[in-house]
């Protein structure tokens, strides 16, 4: 006669009391049903925790692709204004102040300092004199853009002063080299130097300060 | 009888050894007609299952033990464990005239007491003792040495049991459902037997009452060993009653006139486990 009963509900085996090597164990059907219930916990909380991770990576790359539009639109925008730049003319704007240095600086660097410097030179050596001094007033360059801006025709440009200082061996010496500069030349001073000193053109005793107004010679 | 355990296989030796360790084999250790705790009786099973491991290193298992190596005795009156193994005793010491101190030293005393079954086997100490050294020298685990019969007593009486309480065995006048039930397993020249009776049946019966008592259930009263013709049973009729269960002979050992006192195969199959419900 067959038992209706399943196997775990059947009495305990009293015949497994005969067993000299000490009773088996038989995992009983409770084990068994929480060790389903354990690996179906274990498998839920593993495809949780997949998803939570897909999840992440998912937010992490719309993340990255948000990152990467906004820095592309940024390099549009600056693209962009780049090209209406060009388009406008791609030249800074100045204002008058800007200008205005700007033109002095290009009045700087454009005055003929060569042409100077060697008319200078040349005159003081058929003058005889030994040059000690020469400078350029830069505020009289400078402000020489005001007049050159508002004067017209034939005689304008910049009113320069050019400042220089020699010594001399007698006055006919000094005044010859004041001839030799140029008529726009003038003497501002004359006096003995206080230790004279002897040159291969002589004994030089004066010291003569010139200025001379005028752009390039 | 073949065994599967030399059919040729072309598993690799790992794999082997893995379903080794998986899969539990059952295999009932026979044994020659000899005194009880005979040392030279005791030398040869514990040969034959040195042999078996050497042929089945790290396997897994199951041990039936003949009935020739046990020795088993019904205690129904017993309560307890100490009680059972007390009365064991005493009847072991009666009727084989064995020594009480040499049964507690030499012998593995195992009571069972449970409701419907209270008895005692003993096996030598030094079978068990040397199937286990012999089974741990080659990496196999022993998860269970048993009588063979352990496992289809506990079948027929709970049976028995059932088909007692069913609607249909109400009338305690059956005189079938009253006297004694009786079932025996056989093997080469030996035989087990077991008797069990309804005390309820049996009181009911007895005492003529019309309605019927409630039922308890089979309680094993009796078992004996002998060989199949002896007469030493409590009624003739039992050594006529088809055995539960019969071992075949054992097979000769190969390449040898000697018996293989371990059976292993498809008559041992089931025999050491729940029968499925």
Known sequence: MMSWRPTWLVSPDWAEGLNFAGPRVRTSFWGWALLAFGLMGAWHAADLARQVQAEQEEAQATLARLERGQQQQGVQVQAAAQALEARQGAVPVLKEDGLRQAAQLALWLGHPWGPVLDEVDEAARRSGVVLMQFSLDLSSLGSSLGSSQGASGEGAGPQTELRLQATATDDVTALKWLQALGPRAAMRSREPLSEPYSAPSGQHTLRVDVTRTGGAP | ?277
């Open chain 2, 1 to 277: 009888m073949t065994s599967d355990v030399d059919t040729p296989s072309r598993q690799p030796a790992w794999l082997q050894r893995l379903l080794g360790r998986w899969q539990v084999r059952s295999a009932v250790l026979m044994a020659p007609a000899h005194a009880p705790g005979d040392a030279e009786a005791i030398d040869a099973g514990v040969q034959a299952l040195s042999q078996w491991a050497q042929a089945h290193p790290g396997a897994s298992l199951e041990l039936g033990l003949s009935s020739r190596w046990l020795l088993c005795a019904a205690t129904p009156d017993a309560t307890t464990a100490e009680q059972a193994l007390q009365l064991a005793v005493q009847q072991w010491v009666h009727y084989l005239g064995l020594d009480e101190a040499s049964l507690q030293a030499d012998w593995v005393l195992q009571p069972v007491v449970s409701p419907r079954v209270r008895l005692v086997c003993a096996a030598p100490r030094a079978l068990l003792d040397g199937l286990h050294e012999a089974a741990a020298e080659q990496g196999v685990r022993l998860r269970a040495v048993l009588p063979w019969w352990a496992f289809g007593l506990q079948a027929v009486l709970g049976d028995a049991t059932e088909a007692a309480d069913s609607p249909d065995a109400t009338d305690v006048t059956d005189a079938a459902s009253v006297g004694p039930l009786s079932w025996c397993w056989d093997e080469p020249g030996w035989r087990t037997c077991v008797q069990a009776v309804n005390t309820a049946r049996a009181a009911g019966a007895l005492a003529s009452t019309p309605a019927p008592v409630a039922v308890s259930g089979w309680v094993v009263d009796r078992i004996w060993m002998s060989a199949p013709d002896e007469a030493a049973a409590p009624t003739e009729s039992v050594m006529s009653l088809t055995p539960v269960a019969s071992l075949p002979a054992a097979p000769e050992r190969v390449g040898s006139q000697a018996a293989s006192w371990l059976l292993e195969g498809d008559a041992v199959a089931g025999l050491l486990n729940r029968r499925p419900a």
